[in-house]
Antibody, heavy 123, light 109 residues
Framework: QVTLKESGPTLVEPTQTLTLTCTLS??????????VGWVRQPPGKALEWLGL???????TYSPALKTRLTVTVDSSKTQVFLTMNNMDPADTATYYC???????????????WGQGILVTVSS | EVVMTQSPATLSVSPGERATLSCRAS??????LAWYQQKPGQAPRLLIY???TRATGTPARFSGSGSGTEFTLTITSLQSEDFAVYYC???????????FGGGTKVEIK
């Protein structure tokens, strides 16, 4: 059974750097075809994709946010980290990590999601 | 960058009726499209990928169609548990870049 869980601070101050952890269970980024994505959702608004890391260790990012984002993986390949710098109140959102399954080559969807963590940016 | 536009923003439907949701891409995305369902306080759930392939566990009353720039999610005979917000999502083949639409809320009429 694949599960993901987000953890990290729920309150950050403007201009600070946010680091969130996604802990994986039942999967590993050592498995070919597997990926983990990050998605956020401001209160009452739509989903926004942030970035993706996949089994090779490569990453891709939303063009709108790529200068502020870094996604990394720990040596055990069971924790994925999202770092976002220069946080602003507009970044207040629920942040999700999610699993990219190996359904087929070229299919980049997210089939298992963490519960999400609400991060508020305020002084 | 591909922009995804969903319509309508809100759809009022009676239980047992059919719902038709639209998603338009700003450029051709072939069939690189997925649909998700999200209920209040929950994470999204993958319903459809490849424009028309149901994900594991997706009921047969959900069907997806379309290619290029125009896509449709159809829910036949709406059940109470289907009232939710639905998002489309496009994906590039390589490198993978994902974009979500703005969502359609399906509410009880």
């Amino acid at each position: 059974q694949v599960t993901l869980k987000e953890s990290g601070p729920t309150l950050v101050e403007p201009t600070q750097t946010l680091t969130l952890t996604c802990t994986l269970s039942g999967l590993s980024l050592s498995d070919v075809g597997v990926g983990v994505g990050w998605v956020r959702q401001p209160p009452g608004k739509a989903l926004e994709w942030l970035g993706l890391v996949y089994w090779s260790g490569d990453t891709t990012y939303s063009p709108a946010l790529k200068t502020r984002l870094t996604v990394t993986v720990d040596s055990s390949k069971t924790q994925v980290f999202l770092t976002m710098n220069n946080m602003d109140p507009a970044d207040t959102a629920t942040y999700y990590c999610a699993h990219r399954p190996d359904l087929a080559s070229g299919v980049w969807v997210l089939d298992e999601w963490g519960q999400g963590i609400l991060v508020t940016v305020s002084s | 960058e591909v922009v995804m536009t969903q319509s309508p923003a809100t759809l009022s439907v009676s239980p047992g009726e059919r719902a038709t949701l639209s998603c338009r891409a700003s450029q051709s995305i072939f069939t690189y499209l997925a649909w998700y369902q999200q209920k209040p306080g929950q994470a999204p759930r993958l319903l459809i990928y490849g424009a028309s392939t149901r994900a594991t566990g997706t009921p047969a009353r959900f069907s997806g169609s379309g290619s290029g720039t125009e896509f449709t999610l159809t829910i036949t005979s709406l059940q109470s548990e289907d009232f939710a917000v639905y998002y489309c999502q496009q994906y590039n083949d390589w490198p993978p870049l994902l974009t979500f639409g703005g969502g359609t809320k399906v509410e009880i009429k």
